[in-house]
């Protein structure tokens, strides 16, 4: 994931480079409720760990392009940023991710119950996103 120097000298100072790893390797279980959610920015760049036991099928669609560039401070294109979806239904009902605007969905969008999807999206460009499934 690059990280820009914005300092006026043009440096990456220590902390900020302690602020980023420490942002990087933070997770913050997201419990959803049982219904269709839009997953904000902050969720997907901050708390990466979603989980959701749905009664029905459900989906969960990211933010948009624009917001989730716009959350990630003194990033650029080819930044990249990983969630994962726990489905904790017993039997039958899937998950399936879907993108916001500007956003593509690469691979297998959907997450079987009982199992979990694993998902990195990496910036293209100030206003396209596309998440991969891992």
């Known amino acids: 994931m690059p990280l820009k120097a914005n300092d006026t000298d043009g440096a990456v100072s220590r902390?900020?480079?302690?602020?980023?790893?420490?942002?990087?390797?933070?997770?913050?279980?997201?419990?959803?409720?049982?219904?269709?959610?839009?997953?904000?920015?902050?969720?997907?760049?901050?708390?990466?760990?979603?989980?959701?036991?749905?009664?029905?099928?459900?989906?969960?669609?990211?933010?948009?392009?624009?917001?989730?560039?716009a959350a990630l401070t003194d990033e650029v294109t080819g930044t990249s940023f990983e969630f994962t979806i726990v489905n904790k239904a017993a039997a039958t009902h899937a998950i399936t991710l879907a993108g916001g605007t500007d956003v593509t969905?690469?691979?297998?969008?959907?997450?079987?119950?009982?199992t979990s999807g694993t998902f990195l999206g990496v910036v293209q460009s100030d206003s396209t996103v596309k998440v991969y499934r891992k």
Do not use: C, H, M, W
């Open 15 to 69: 902390k900020r480079v302690e602020s980023y790893v420490a942002a990087r390797e933070g997770v913050t279980e997201v419990a959803l409720s049982d219904a269709a959610a839009t997953l904000t920015a902050a969720q997907l760049l901050n708390s990466k760990l979603f989980t959701q036991e749905p009664s029905a099928a459900r989906t969960l669609t990211t933010a948009t392009a624009a917001l989730i560039v």
């Open 105 to 114: 969905i690469v691979g297998s969008a959907s997450v079987a119950a009982a």
